[in-house]
């Protein structure tokens, strides 16, 4: 009776530890590019089955989705905060520039945005992917051009400097400062690069 048991348990799925995998596929998209890594490739590192893997989250289209949301729960819900509050431009900006300097090696942390490498990639994703990746892009733009208009009308943003322009100025400085500390660069050396760089802001 026990060997009847145990021979109709191995037909039942093994429960998939949903966060373990979501993890896994982050630091991996993360570090070398969602396109570069297969859901084959994931399934060996997470340790579990491809049909465990799609029955929980469907198909690989909608899986990125999911490693994406997860991205930003994790990572990205802090800048909305700092984008959202109620501080002086120069205090934001302050943060911004404490939090995208960090040191890498140290927190151990992969470099640049695994956003930034789908938004590169975008024509690559599936729709669902794609729409997600959209969805966060035009959330970061739009708080940043609402801070920017805040500080405009405050008279804290330099008056030849439209909020828009602004924003993506902002964007730009911040993918700079990723690829100089993929190089090396340390965390002094990133924020001299970023408060000089946003220094032009200031009316």
């Not at 995998?21 to 084959?40: H, P």
């Amino acid at each position: 009776m026990s060997s009847a048991l145990k021979k109709s348990s191995r037909g039942r799925p093994q429960t998939l530890d949903r966060n373990h995998v979501l993890k896994v596929a982050m630091e991996n998209y993360w570090t070398r590019g969602s396109s570069a890594v297969s859901i084959n490739e994931i399934c060996k590192l997470a340790e579990v089955s491809k049909p465990g893997l799609y029955r929980e989250f469907g198909n690989e289209d909608a899986f990125k989705k999911v490693v994406l949301t997860h991205y930003e729960e994790v990572n990205l819900l802090y800048v909305y905060e700092m984008l959202e509050n109620e501080k002086s431009l120069k205090e934001v900006i302050s943060l911004i520039i404490d939090y995208f300097s960090q040191d890498r090696k140290k927190l151990e942390l992969p470099y640049g945005c695994m956003h930034n490498d789908m938004c590169m990639l975008r024509d690559n994703l599936g729709p669902l992917a794609k729409e997600k990746t959209d969805n966060i892009s035009n959330k970061i733009f739009n708080l940043f051009e609402e801070l920017f208009k805040k500080a405009k009308a405050k008279g804290e943003l330099n008056f030849n400097i439209s909020a828009t322009e602004a924003t993506i100025y902002v964007r730009l400085q911040i993918i700079s400062v990723m690829h100089l500390q993929k190089d090396g660069a340390d965390r002094e050396t990133c924020q001299r690069f970023l408060r000089l760089a946003f220094s032009v802001l200031y009316s």
